[in-house]
């Protein structure tokens, strides 16, 4: 499985932007996908997942109301939608999938290692 995200950029705090991960390959064990992000001098942390098989969401409590996450159709797996940016939202975003159903969790995001496979990240960069 081969992941590519797309969408980042520089972005005035308050704007929005939309993520997107598209994958190739053998996409059908695919079930959690999830977006984590590494800000500047930090570790790498997930902020929010979907299931593709029911559509359930996950978010991480700082990101609520402010992350959308959905799935894709197509050659898209899944989509983030970040609103009202903030500076602390600056960092690489990854996207991440497992065939594991429960990874969508605070269970998920602590095993960090344990996804399947990564994308090569897209920047975003919120000015103040």
């Known amino acids: 499985v081969q992941l590519v995200e797309s969408g980042g950029g520089l972005v005035q705090a308050g704007g929005s932007l939309r993520l997107s991960c598209a994958a190739s390959?053998?996409?059908?064990?695919?079930?959690?996908v999830g977006w984590f992000r590494q800000a500047p001098g930090k570790e790498r942390e997930g902020v929010s997942c979907?299931?593709?098989?029911?559509?359930?969401?996950y978010y991480l409590d700082s990101v609520k109301g402010r992350h959308t996450v959905s799935r894709g159709e197509a050659d898209i797996t899944a989509y983030l939608q970040i609103d009202n940016l903030k500076p602390e939202d600056t960092g690489v975003y990854y996207c991440?999938?497992?065939?594991?159903?429960?990874?969508?969790?605070?269970?998920?995001?602590?095993?960090?290692?344990?996804?399947?496979?990564w994308g090569q990240g897209t920047q975003i960069t919120v000015s103040s």
């Open positions: 979907i299931n593709r098989s029911d559509g359930r969401t």
């Open positions: 991440a999938t497992s065939s594991a159903y429960y990874y969508c969790s605070a269970f998920g995001f602590s095993r960090i290692d344990e996804w399947d496979y």
């Open positions: 390959g053998s996409v059908f064990d695919i079930d959690s």
